[in-house]
T-cell receptor, first 109, second 115 residues
Framework: GIQVEQSPPDLILQEGANSTLRCNFS?????LQWFHQNPWGQLINLFY???GTKQNGRLSATTVATERYSLLYISSSQTTDSGVYFC???????????FGSGTKLNVKP | NAGVTQTPKFRILKIGQSMTLQCAQD?????MYWYRQDPGMGLKLIYY???????DKGEVPNGYNVSRSTTEDFPLRLELAAPSQTSVYFC??????????????FGPGTRLTVL
């Protein structure tokens, strides 16, 4: 299967700081998604971004498919941003999705 | 739309017992998936289905079975539960539309403990 590596594994921020999370993948992919898993375990869709750049409020994401990576930017972080951020990619065959191990973010007031 | 729903939310099983985790979606999505998430880890695909009557194995299928008799429902069956199956189970669906759009949407999860 496709290997998905996320960095950093852990991140502590002061409220108001900016951060960049990275997702590298080992093969060509059809699709890529970013999720936020909140402290209650719920998986929230952030971006569906197989290529290009998207923005949603304080969050934005960029995927460079030819170089096999994606970046998630969080600006002016808030305590509600805390949780785990996952990257998931869909391979070209059989619609299987592969998840990274996540970046655990803790935003302190 | 309710989206993807899962029942039960929590369950404790004894070793050797069996149970079925229920998953339903009302978005008329073709594709459905079952994942497990162990503590501190990402999600791993157990089984998936590309339509009614069609299922296939994911990364970690051992100890599980699935069926897909309708577009809406995709139950996951655990036979002879083992402590290694203690995990949080997530169901997801995606539309797999022409042109490649295939965004996944997740249910709230079922927390299963096997003692």
């Amino acid at each position: 299967g496709i290997q998905v590596e996320q960095s950093p594994p852990d991140l502590i921020l002061q409220e108001g700081a900016n951060s960049t999370l990275r997702c590298n993948f080992s093969d060509s992919v059809n699709n890529l998604q970013w999720f936020h898993q909140n402290p209650w375990g719920q998986l929230i869709n952030l971006f569906y971004i197989p290529s290009g750049t998207k923005q949603n409020g304080r969050l934005s994401a960029t995927t460079v498919a030819t170089e096999r990576y994606s970046l998630l930017y969080i600006s002016s972080s808030q305590t509600t941003d805390s949780g785990v951020y996952f990257c998931a990619v869909e391979g070209y065959n059989f619609n299987k999705f592969y998840f990274g191990s996540g970046t655990k973010l803790n935003v302190k007031p | 739309n309710a989206g993807v729903t899962q029942t039960p939310k929590f369950r404790i099983l004894k070793i050797g017992q069996s149970m079925t985790l229920q998953c339903a979606q009302d978005m008329n999505h073709n594709y459905m998936y079952w994942y497990r998430q162990d503590p501190g880890m990402g999600l791993k695909l157990i089984y998936y289905s590309v339509g009614a009557g069609i299922t296939d194995k994911g990364e970690v299928p051992n100890g599980y079975n699935v069926s897909r008799s309708t577009t809406e429902d995709f139950p996951l069956r655990l036979e002879l539960a083992a402590p290694s199956q203690t995990s949080v189970y997530f169901c997801a669906s995606s539309p797999s539309e022409a042109g490649g759009y295939n965004e996944q949407f997740f249910g709230p999860g079922t927390r299963l403990t096997v003692l």
